[in-house]
């Protein structure tokens, strides 16, 4: 087991500057989080545009705190429903903060300790923004909670280098704008054409506004896994490259 330390919060996290946690288990009040949950939920630590360091994370809403004040978390909803399961567990992390007394560090698991707080987070890897963009991807699933969605024919997606992004079905289209951040790809202002109907033995969620709050996303054997904040997975194969 860990053996977490009495810790000053602004000189451990200032020294965290620009690295991020997946949530792996927790336990807050006697209560375990759910393992599903869990994994959408993220801690970093990041400089805003004033220069200030602040702890704050994302999952299907992103929140806040300035280090000398961890209880003061500031919450930005998002305008995507979150599911009961997420939602009870990210009221708990954001209340957990702000009670943390101690931290420890066991074998690459972060440990944050406080007043009937245990929080185990294993540290994610900076997203490849070069492996990304200038490639037109083909969606290949869609998934949220355990449900198998209705892919419309001939989705795909691109991220272009300028900062243009275009998702595109045989029935509809969104063009927007993007940006990443270290740890995932952010959406700004977009606009979606077109209408795609779902057959009835599929779930109804349009993949083309399933990742607008942002997603971050992964790599492996040339398949690319994006998860969405409010916890839509889809697959992705390489379909084309866009040359300059």
Do not use: K
Request: charged content about 20%; overall charge negative; some cysteine.
């Amino acid at each position: 087991p860990p053996s977490p330390t009495t810790f000053d919060a602004v000189e451990t996290f200032e020294s965290w500057v620009d690295r991020e946690w997946q949530l792996v288990s927790g336990t807050v009040d006697g209560v375990e989080l759910s393992p599903n949950a869990a994994s959408r939920i993220t801690l970093g630590v990041m400089r805003d545009e004033q220069g200030e360091i602040t702890l704050g994370g994302r999952s299907c809403n992103s929140w806040s705190a300035p280090l000398d004040d961890l209880a003061a978390a500031r919450v930005g909803f998002t305008d995507v429903g979150c599911d009961d399961e997420l939602t009870f567990a990210e009221s708990a992390v954001i209340d957990a903060v702000g009670r943390l007394t101690a931290v420890g560090d066991d074998d690459g698991i972060l440990t944050l300790l406080g007043d009937d707080v245990e929080l185990r987070w294993v540290e994610r890897a900076p997203l490849d923004r070069e492996a990304l963009i200038d490639v037109t991807w083909s969606m290949q699933s869609l998934a949220w909670q355990g449900d198998n969605l209705h892919v419309p024919e001939g989705t795909s997606w691109t991220l272009l280098t300028e900062g243009t992004i275009t998702v595109a079905s045989d029935c509809a289209v969104l063009t927007g704008e993007w940006e990443a951040s270290r740890f995932a790809v952010l959406l700004g202002a977009y606009q979606i054409d077109g209408d795609c109907e779902v057959p009835d033995e599929m779930t109804s969620l349009d993949p083309l506004s399933a990742f607008t709050n942002g997603f971050t996303a992964s790599l492996t054997d040339g398949v690319l896994t994006t998860t969405s904040f409010s916890g839509v997975v889809a697959t992705h194969i390489p379909a084309a490259v866009t040359t300059r």
